[in-house]
């Protein structure tokens, strides 16, 4: 017996870019959870295979418990559901977030400077999240201030979520001149995300492997209140 697969299209605005001319591998990440686990708060494993293109019709299918997203033949992401809780690399109170902004290595050189999330686009159409170090700790940290421009009928999306756990996770490894893609983000969102609010977002570097980069991120609350959670995989390039 086989399971038949839903399909379904998915097209990924310009405006939603990471690298020139491909997809934010984070909102790629958040948009395929929330695919999958229809705003459920366990947590998705989401592999990229192939960069995404922007402004194309795509092919999101889901076949049992698993979704994949595919350009013709050509398979671009996967995603699973993952069973465990994702922890976050330590609560950074909002105001010394938004300090630790002024460290951020892309203000010197920025190898992705048109990202969605932390590109140096103007204020409203990207994020502008800047991650820099936390002093005496190994953290990066940055305040976001949500803009209304990202906010959905539903409230901001597990998209731009995603989109804002997935790049600081390399600026934790990240200096100036280093680049790296996002192979793997696995993502939990545990509560919504206020259009208009203030959160922590905060990551640390969790190990090296050849290539490999590891780190984990979180979005905090102002009080502390854990939002959502991630779990990274960069591969540098050869």
Not at 19 to 39: H, Q, R, S
Not at 72 to 97: H, R, T, Y
Not at 106 to 112: A, E, F, N, V
């Given at each position: 017996?086989?399971?038949?697969?839903?399909?379904?299209?998915?097209?990924?605005?310009?405006?939603?870019?990471?690298?020139?001319?491909?997809?934010?591998?984070?909102?790629?990440?958040?948009?395929?959870?929330?695919?999958?686990?229809?705003?459920?708060?366990?947590?998705?494993?989401?592999?990229?295979?192939?960069?995404t293109?922007?402004?194309?019709?795509?092919?999101?299918?889901?076949?049992?418990?698993?979704?994949?997203?595919?350009?013709?033949?050509?398979?671009?992401?996967?995603?699973?559901?993952?069973?465990?809780?994702?922890?976050?690399?330590?609560?950074?109170?909002?105001?010394?977030?938004?300090?630790?902004?002024?460290?951020?290595v892309?203000?010197?050189?920025?190898?992705?400077a048109?990202?969605?999330?932390?590109?140096?686009?103007?204020?409203?159409?990207?994020?502008?999240?800047?991650?820099?170090p936390?002093e005496?700790?190994?953290?990066?940290?940055?305040?976001?201030?949500?803009?209304?421009?990202?906010?959905?009928?539903?409230?901001?999306?597990?998209?731009?979520?995603?989109?804002?756990?997935?790049?600081?996770?390399?600026?934790?490894?990240?200096?100036?001149?280093?680049?790296?893609?996002?192979?793997?983000?696995?993502?939990?969102?545990?509560?919504?995300?206020?259009?208009?609010?203030?959160?922590?977002?905060?990551?640390?570097?969790?190990?090296?492997?050849?290539?490999?980069?590891?780190?984990?991120s979180?979005?905090?609350?102002?009080?502390?209140?854990?939002?959502?959670?991630?779990?990274?995989?960069?591969?540098?390039?050869?």
């Open positions: 017996m086989t399971t038949a697969a839903l399909q379904t299209v998915l097209t990924v605005p310009k405006r939603f870019r990471g690298p020139v001319g491909v997809a934010n591998g984070g909102w790629i990440a958040g948009a395929m959870a929330e695919a999958l686990n229809g705003g459920g708060r366990s947590a998705v494993e989401v592999t990229l295979h192939a960069p293109p922007l402004e194309t019709e795509l092919r999101l299918e889901h076949v049992a418990n698993s979704a994949s997203l595919s350009d013709g033949d050509k398979l671009l992401v996967e995603a699973i559901p993952v069973a465990e809780d994702l922890e976050g690399p330590g609560f950074v109170p909002f105001n010394d977030a938004a300090r630790a902004e002024a460290g951020f892309g203000l010197q050189m920025h190898p992705y048109e990202c969605f999330a932390c590109g140096l686009r103007e204020p409203g159409d990207g994020l502008r999240i800047f991650p820099g936390v005496g700790s190994d953290l990066v940290a940055a305040g976001w201030r949500v803009p209304f421009t990202v906010s959905g009928e539903d409230g901001v999306p597990a998209s731009i979520v995603g989109a804002v756990l997935d790049c600081i996770t390399g600026w934790a490894h990240f200096g100036p001149g280093e680049s790296a893609l996002l192979g793997r983000l696995a993502v939990q969102i545990h509560r919504p995300v206020s259009p208009g609010g203030s959160y922590s977002v905060v990551a640390r570097p969790t190990g090296r492997e050849g290539r490999k980069m590891f780190g984990q979180a979005i905090y609350e102002v009080d502390g209140t854990l939002v959502a959670a991630a779990r990274a995989t960069w591969i540098a390039p050869r």
